[in-house]
């Protein structure tokens, strides 16, 4: 397991601050997610960060247009996924630790292969968590459809190499 200590930034992003894909705003998207959802397979959470922290995403999430599949949504948004497989990879180690920091507090549980929220998350909007985390958040009761379908439909539709 990797340690929990410290804020770790592994993606790769243009971005010049080491604190852009942090712990704190991993563990938050994270928990709001599978709070959203109420459970999500272990395959599709790996997939919250690299989705949920893309700048273009939450940008075409952000708007009035509610979409009802990944398909949907990648055919009108035309958004540009080619660095999916290397998002996913680099940000593999954060999302573990945001897992386990979530477990370590029980604010989920583990079940098999599936991830289940213990607690109802509310009220995340009426506390200063910077500007980019409440952008996100904002954003995931609109960004569930990306976590309805099956592991192997999910993975197909974004391309990603297992």
Known sequence: MIGKLGILSMSKSNHSSPFYDNIAIGTLVIENVVSTLG?????KAVLILPLLLHDPIIKRLSTAVKYRSIDEF???ERINLGDINLRLENMLPLTINCISILKDLTRIRQD?????SVTKLEG?????IGVRAAKIIKVIDKSSFLFNEDDSSTYLKFNIAL
């Open 39 to 43: 459970q999500i397979s272990l395959a």
């Open 74 to 76: 990648l055919v009108k």
């Open 112 to 116: 098999g292969q599936t991830i289940i």
């Open 124 to 128: 995340t909007n009426k506390i200063d």
